[in-house]
Structures are given as structure tokens and as C-alpha cells.
């Protein structure tokens, strides 16, 4: 009943936006329909599927490297190349105009040393659709990296020793065996990153692309008309949803991955010189572009800025960002874990549905969560606690709640791959062994999903310091994390003053990174 | 069990909001500038009363004011775009400014329709061209009705229909052109961009500082924080070789928008929050606003900063629109859709 129970509070927020659906449809809808509607829909399809290949094979070819060859940084590349997954995709597409605008210090930099006249840049506008792809495939590679490396460390090493002597050369081992083989984990990891960049509005809006999300709040913001920003947001949530369950599908039916744990691990293949080079480049590329670049340019920034930014405000304001990640990752991976435990015991029960539904949270922009959040807590407020005051809305616990809706998918997905590596032969032994019911998950799956459990907690907290629109409404009085002193900043475009909070924000998302990465180098097996 | 149960119950109770009943005024605000801390802080030092922010989008900070309804904590409804002021007083609820010190200070077209909220700063919306390029002739009396002629064709940077400013800018057109030809403005506004609609107001007047376009419309406050340096010398010398062109000096103005403020009827402190208003309503306070802002003063016998100063003070405000910009806002998204205005 507890799951059950908790997956209804949780699912609340989002029922509230597809409410909206059953609503009444005003005549913006015409208007939509024959002007923006289709440019929506094709600039945001072209966007998904633009990000969805250039991840896929930056997150998969990276894996590949490091877990496969012995060349020169492999060790160093194994971890940093989740770095990236520390800048928000917003700070990334900020500081790309900064560096690439006509005037931007790119440019400048180049004309200065080639002494070139003011009228030539050498770097293409990026304020345009491929900007875009660009910046959301540098941030959000490392979610298909991070599964498709533990998918590959997984594989069987004879098998790929067989298709070696069966004449396949590395490439065709790649595309031909290995590639397939991880897909559906790879697909997953997809998931996000589709996700997370139907939900951004930050980077989009800065670029000044016309897409599905951008609609949404052109919709409400200039026709004032939320009612129907909040179908549109039901439809994306639907199409989320149609993808999500298609996807699930062709999982099932592909369940490739292997539980026997008597593979031997991997020897690595020494890469000659040559070879080494390419290696380190293939995989220098994606960190350089989605976290030194970004990081170089936040610190030359900084540096322009007069003002200082250590004070008591900052000590308090990192601490308000470190504490709302830990518990709200704490939170989402323990509900995870719930959730997926009950499951396992009876699958296919409305539970399962729910948690899709859940997961889909994700793909909701950040602001029209927050409208459902708070139509949520008022009506506990004014129902079931004191009616003469608001007590729930402007709360940390507000907060969490709406961070849990919004994180959900991430620690799910990670504690479902790590159940997918419990044989439901060890259900039985430890049945038999007179562990069952939630003692089982406390004294079996926990210390078995250990690794899940907290590669879940970390990538949640990495995403909360990260969080930006539903913090801003539903904090409480003079609560700033950092995300929100950095939009103060950026929303002006004052990005000099901008500088030091988001380099707070990457240095504390490298918190939860760095842990994750530690994992990567101590557990060959991720689970 | 017991035990952990009391623990679950004290950290629940914290999480919960704090109930304010100290000497407060709670601000929701979708303006947030550094320089306006210092100016709370200020308030507080002088009267003891304690300044309580949220800041964020005025759409979604009016969402949750409706939302809270009469139990909401809110004082003050601050925000930039005056359409979201509308908004708030179409929907009933604010209560009228009743100090006279504010209803003397303030003219009345910048107020409310029944005092309802007040301006505390403006901004104009104005041509940015480089001397070096454009004649004087070109642009003596130069309206925002002229820029859709043909001679400016792939001439004029704007940046994209998403922003507030040129919602307003459009809105205004409406009201004094009326649709149809707003309509057709728009469309041959657009035929000559020099570019597709993009970045911030900046970028449009580094456009024309550099030469890529001959034409820039821009907030005027955006030139005070360029030539102050406080964005880096590239945008302080881009900025000097720029001026700004007051459109329509010869009919009913330039265009202006406002930052500006009221007390919601639910408020639970409207003393205090008459006290606020009046604060940054007082000389002093305006001073130091427009100095940090690079705005215009709302109160008379105030200048605004020299940057702004400098490009000349006795210009003539479209006063006919800024109470019906946010009615006509939606219209005006509706008729850039139709021209492609992306």
C-alpha cells in the first residue's frame, strides 16, 4: 500500500497538467494551428533527433575506448568524461555566445593574434538549431557514456574473441556486435537525454529557437493563456509517454544482458602510438567542448568581475544547494528502490504504470511542474492543514517534492538496471533462507543494489543543484541556491557578475561527479 | 518506533515554512538587480522592517499569488513588464495606492487606472544607429512607423518576438495604428532584418556598433550599463560608437515601459508595505536606482545616471499606452505569429 500511496502524492503534480486536457480549448488553438504549430513541432523533432545522434555515438564510442583499448589518458578519460554532466545545459549555451558571437573572446582572441580587421569572425554564428544540438549533446552525453560503459564491461570477452577470429576487425566488432548488444541499455540512457532536453527552456530561449517548450511559454507568458500553454505541455507529456512505453517494448523483447558473473574481465588491447592519438582525441573532444571550454571561459569571467563573491551570502547559498541535493537524493533513490521492489514482486500492476508515469516527470519543463506543484500543496494547505494559513507552499518540503517529480526518472532508471543483475534465483535462496518481505530488500537487494543505490542518490544531486524554474517559484522567503543567483545574473545577461555562482554551481555538481567517477575507477562492474 | 516517529514529526515541522510575524514586507518580485539588495537592506536599517524576496518570472509568481488567494503572505507585486501588472489588476487583486505622497509624485499615466499599482522606473524603447554610417538627414525624425520602409530593407536588427519589450513596443502600435495596420508594419518591419531575430538587446546594438546592421531597437538602459564598463571593454567601446535616435518626437512619443509595483488586497502587512513603496518612491532612493540601473527616474527633480543623461533628457513619452499594453498583449503576439516574426 506504502508505494502505491506515495506514487499518488507524486504523481499528483503531473495529473494536474493533464487535467488541463479535459479542459476547455480556447481560440488560441486555431491561431497555433495555422502559424506556429507546425514550426514548433519540426524545429523540436529536428532538435530531439539531432541531440539523439550526435549522444549516441559521442556516449557510445567513448565507452568503447576506455573499456576496450589501453592508449595514452585512458585512465584519466574513464572518469572525466562524466564531467560535463556538471554544467547545466543553459550555462553551456551562455557561455558558448560568449565565446562565439561576432564579438565574442573567441573571436577576439583570434583576431588579435592574426591582427585581423573587426568585420571577420571565424567562428559560425551558434545561435541557431545546431548551436542548440551542440550544446545539449556536450552536456548530456555522459548519461548514454556512463550505461554504455558498464554495458560493454559487462559483454563477454570470448565472445569478442570469437568474432575476432571469425575475421571481424575492431570497427566491425563495434558496429557489428558490441553496439548492438548494448542498445537497449544505450536507448535508456537516451531516454534522459531526449527528456532532460525537451524540458530545458533556458538554452533554447537564449538561442531564441522557436521550439514545443518555448511555445509553451510564449503561450502563457505573452497571450497570458496557461490554460492552453498546459494542454501544449500535456501533449508533449503524452508523446513522452507514447515514446517511453515503445521504447519498454523493444527493451523487453531485447533483453540481451548477460547475469552470468563468470565472464573474466577484459584484457585491453594496447593501442600502437598512432592509435593512441586518435583515441585520446576521439575522447579529449567531447570533455574539452562540454566542460574545459565552458569552465575557461566562466573563470576569465570571473576574473573581468569587480565584485568579490566569497561571503556569508555564497556560504549560505552553497549550503542551501548542498543540502536540498543530499536529501533530495537521498529521498528519490530510497522511493526508487521502494517502488521498484514492489514491482519485482508483482509486476505488471498498476504500480508499473505509475512509476512510468513518474519517470515521465522528467520531460516536464521545470515551470509548468511548479504551476501543478503549487495547485497541489495549496490544496492540502486549505484542506487538510490549517485553513487560515499557508503552510506547505513556499516550503523546503514543497521543494523536495517537486524535485523528487522532477529527478524520479534518473534513480529509477539506475535501480532498475541494477534489479536487472538480481537473478530471481537468489529471490528464492534467500526465501528459502527465511528472508522475505521487506527483510529481503534490506538484507539482500540493498547491499547487492549498493553501487545503484548511490550512482541514483549522485546523479539526482547532481541535477538538483542544477535545477533552476521550479526552485525559483516554490522556494521559500530569501532562499537562493545557486542556480538562482547565477539566473539573477544571466537573465540580465550580466554575465561577468554571472561567473562565480555558476562555477559554484559546477564545482558542487563535481561533488556527486566525483564520487561517481571513484566508483568508475574502483568497480570495474557498475551496477 | 516512537523515537523515530518524533524525529520524522521535528524535521517535517522544519521543513515547513516559517510563519512570519515579525515586522516584515513580503516581496514577490520578478525584478532582480543586484543594486535593489542594497536598497532593501537599506529600508531595513531605516525602519526596522525586514524585507522578504522571491523573485522569479512575473507569470509564474502571479500563478502562485492566485493560488495562495487570501491566506497568500504576500505584500507587493514588483515587476518589470507591464503587462503583468494588468494582469494582477484585471484579476482584482490589489488595492489601491491610497498615500499621498506616491499620488502626488507619480503622474497619473503611470499609474494604474485606480491607483491600483505605480511605476517606479522606466525604460524607452529607442533607435540605436552609428553616426559614422548614418547621415543626420537619414534619421532626423525618424518614427518607429518609418522602419518599415522600403529604404531600411535588411537594415534593422531586433531581437526575437518571445521578448516582453517588443511585445509591448507591438501592443502600443496597436493601440495607436490600430490591428490592421500594426499588421502591416509588422510585416515589413520584418523584410528588413539584416539577420533572424536573435540574442539580447546588447547584441542588436553590437550589431550596429560593428557594422552589421545599420539599425538597432534596444532598451535605452543597455547603452548606461555597456559604456559603464561593468561588461567588459569590448562593450564599453562598442557602446561608444553608437547614439540614440528618440523616435516620434513630432507625434505622441517615444515608446516607454515601465518597472513598477502595488500592494495585493491580501496583504498582510500593508503598512509596511505603503512604507515600501514610498521608500523607493522617495528622491533619494530614485537616485540610486537609476544610477545602478541605468533607468529613468519616475519622480520629478530626479536625473537619471550621466551615461544616460548624456544622450539628452528633454524627449517626448508616448504616454498613451503603457496601461493598455498588457490588454493588447496577446494581440500583439498573435500579429507578429501571422508576419513571421520568428
Known amino acids: 500500500m506504502l508505494p502505491f500511496t506515495l506514487l499518488i502524492i507524486f504523481c499528483a503534480p503531473i495529473f494536474i497538467v493533464l487535467s488541463s486536457l479535459f479542459g476547455e480549448y480556447s481560440d488560441n488553438w486555431i491561431h497555433l494551428y495555422n502559424y506556429v504549430l507546425v514550426d514548433y513541432v519540426s524545429s523540436t523533432i529536428f532538435l530531439i533527433s539531432g541531440v539523439s545522434v550526435l549522444v549516441f555515438f559521442i556516449g557510445t564510442i567513448t565507452a568503447w575506448i576506455v573499456t576496450n583499448y589501453d592508449f595514452y589518458g585512458k585512465s584519466f578519460f574513464e572518469w572525466s568524461l562524466i564531467l560535463p554532466l556538471s554544467i547545466p545545459p543553459y550555462i553551456l549555451a551562455y557561455t558558448f555566445t560568449g565565446l562565439f558571437d561576432p564579438f565574442g573572446d573567441a573571436n577576439n582572441l583570434i583576431r588579435n593574434i592574426f591582427n585581423l580587421g573587426s568585420d571577420v569572425s571565424i567562428f559560425p554564428n551558434v545561435r541557431n538549431i545546431y548551436g542548440a544540438i551542440v550544446v545539449f549533446s556536450f552536456t548530456l552525453y555522459p548519461y548514454v557514456y556512463l550505461v554504455s560503459r558498464s554495458a560493454f564491461l559487462n559483454q563477454s570477452k570470448s565472445m569478442k574473441e570469437s568474432a575476432r577470429l571469425l575475421g571481424l576487425s575492431e570497427i566491425g566488432v563495434f558496429f557489428k556486435l558490441s553496439l548492438p548488444i548494448i542498445r537497449p541499455a544505450a536507448i535508456g540512457g537516451l531516454m534522459l537525454v531526449i527528456m532532460e532536453t525537451l524540458s530545458d527552456f533556458g538554452a533554447v530561449d537564449h538561442f531564441a529557437i522557436q521550439t514545443f517548450t518555448t511555445g509553451i511559454f510564449r503561450t502563457w507568458q505573452g497571450m497570458y493563456d496557461l490554460q492552453t500553454a498546459m494542454q501544449l505541455a500535456s501533449l508533449l507529456l503524452l508523446a513522452v509517454g507514447l515514446f517511453f512505453i515503445l521504447e519498454r517494448n523493444s527493451r523487453n523483447k531485447a533483453a540481451f544482458s548477460s547475469n552470468d558473473s563468470s565472464f573474466r574481465p577484459e584484457n585491453e588491447i594496447r593501442l600502437s602510438n598512432m592509435k593512441s592519438l586518435w583515441a585520446f582525441l576521439i575522447c579529449f573532444i567531447p570533455l574539452f567542448i562540454g566542460f574545459i571550454l565552458p569552465i575557461t571561459e566562466l573563470i576569465y569571467w570571473a576574473f573581468e568581475s569587480e565584485s568579490s563573491f566569497i561571503n556569508q551570502k555564497f556560504i549560505q547559498t552553497s549550503f542551501n544547494s548542498i543540502s536540498l541535493a543530499i536529501i533530495s537524493g537521498l529521498l528519490t533513490a530510497f522511493l526508487a528502490l521502494i517502488i521498484n521492489f514492489s514491482i519485482r514482486f508483482k509486476p505488471g500492476t498498476i504500480i508499473n504504470r505509475l512509476s512510468s508515469l513518474l519517470s515521465i516527470g522528467y520531460a516536464v519543463p521545470g515551470l509548468i511542474l511548479a504551476v501543478g506543484m503549487v495547485q497541489l500543496l495549496i490544496y492540502i494547505d486549505n484542506n487538510f492543514l490549517d485553513s487560515t494559513n499557508i503552510v506547505l507552499t513556499g516550503s523546503i518540503f514543497g521543494l523536495l517534492l517537486a524535485y523528487i517529480i522532477k529527478t524520479y526518472a534518473l534513480a529509477n532508471s539506475s535501480i532498475e538496471s541494477g534489479y536487472e543483475r538480481i537473478t530471481s534465483s537468489m529471490d528464492d535462496s534467500s526465501k528459502l533462507l527465511g528472508s522475505t518481505g521487506w527483510g529481503m530488500l534490506a538484507r539482500v537487494h540493498l547491499p547487492l543494489l549498493k553501487t545503484s543505490f548511490l550512482t541514483a542518490t549522485l546523479l539526482v544531486m547532481s541535477e538538483v543543484v542544477k535545477e533552476l524554474p521550479a526552485t525559483l517559484i516554490l522556494r521559500p522567503f530569501n532562499f537562493e541556491t545557486l542556480a538562482v543567483s547565477t539566473y539573477i545574473y544571466a537573465a540580465e545577461e550580466r554575465m561577468f557578475q554571472a561567473a562565480s555562482p555558476a562555477i559554484a554551481i559546477v564545482l558542487i555538481g563535481l561533488i556527486p561527479i566525483f564520487f561517481l567517477s571513484k566508483m568508475i575507477r574502483s568497480s570495474n562492474k557498475l551496477g | ?342
Open chain 2, 1 to 342: 518506533m516512537a523515537f523515530m516517529r518524533k524525529i520524522l514529526y521535528l524535521l517535517l515541522v522544519s521543513f515547513l515554512s516559517e510563519i512570519i510575524f515579525a515586522d516584515n514586507v513580503n516581496v514577490y518580485t520578478s525584478r532582480h538587480y543586484d543594486s535593489d539588495d542594497a536598497l532593501y537592506e537599506e529600508f531595513t536599517k531605516e525602519t526596522g522592517i525586514k524585507v522578504n524576496i522571491i523573485s522569479g518570472k512575473g507569470s509564474a509568481l502571479l500563478e502562485r499569488i492566485k493560488s495562495e488567494g487570501k491566506n497568500s503572505p504576500a505584500d507587493i507585486f514588483f515587476t518589470v513588464d507591464a503587462g503583468n501588472l494588468w494582469k494582477v489588476q484585471k484579476e482584482g487583486l490589489f488595492q489601491s495606492i491610497k498615500s499621498e505622497k506616491i499620488l502626488s509624485s507619480v503622474p497619473a499615466e503611470l499609474r494604474g487606472p485606480n491607483d491600483e499599482w505605480t511605476a517606479v522606473a522606466k525604460r524607452a524603447r529607442v533607435i540605436f544607429y552609428n553616426p559614422m554610417k548614418i547621415r543626420s538627414s537619414e534619421i532626423k525624425g525618424l518614427t518607429y512607423e518609418d522602419l518599415a520602409n522600403e529604404e531600411w530593407r535588411n537594415r534593422i536588427v531586433i531581437r526575437s518576438s518571445s521578448n516582453m519589450y517588443n511585445q509591448s513596443l507591438v501592443a502600443s502600435l496597436i493601440a495607436n495604428l490600430g490591428e490592421e495596420n500594426a499588421e502591416i508594419w509588422a510585416k515589413n518591419l520584418v523584410k528588413n532584418f539584416a539577420r533572424k531575430p536573435q540574442g539580447n538587446d546588447r547584441s542588436q546594438i553590437i550589431a550596429v556598433s560593428n557594422g552589421e546592421a545599420d539599425l538597432a531597437i534596444a532598451n535605452s538602459y543597455y547603452i548606461g550599463i555597456m559604456l559603464s564598463g561593468s561588461a567588459g571593454k569590448e562593450q564599453q567601446e562598442a557602446a561608444k560608437n553608437v547614439k540614440i535616435h528618440f523616435p516620434n518626437q513630432n507625434d505622441r512619443g517615444v515608446h516607454i515601459n515601465i518597472s513598477g509595483a502595488g500592494i495585493l488586497k491580501s496583504s498582510p502587512n500593508p503598512v509596511n508595505a505603503n512604507l515600501f513603496l514610498e521608500f523607493l518612491l522617495s528622491k533619494r532612493v530614485q537616485k540610486y536606482m537609476v544610477d545602478k540601473s541605468y533607468e529613468y527616474p519616475i519622480v520629478k527633480g530626479v536625473l537619471p545616471s550621466s551615461e544616460i543623461s548624456s544622450f539628452g533628457l528633454n524627449f517626448k513619452e508616448d504616454n498613451t499606452a503603457v496601461r493598455q499594453f498588457g490588454e493588447l498583449n496577446p494581440k500583439a503576439i498573435r500579429l507578429m505569429d501571422r508576419s513571421g516574426w520568428k
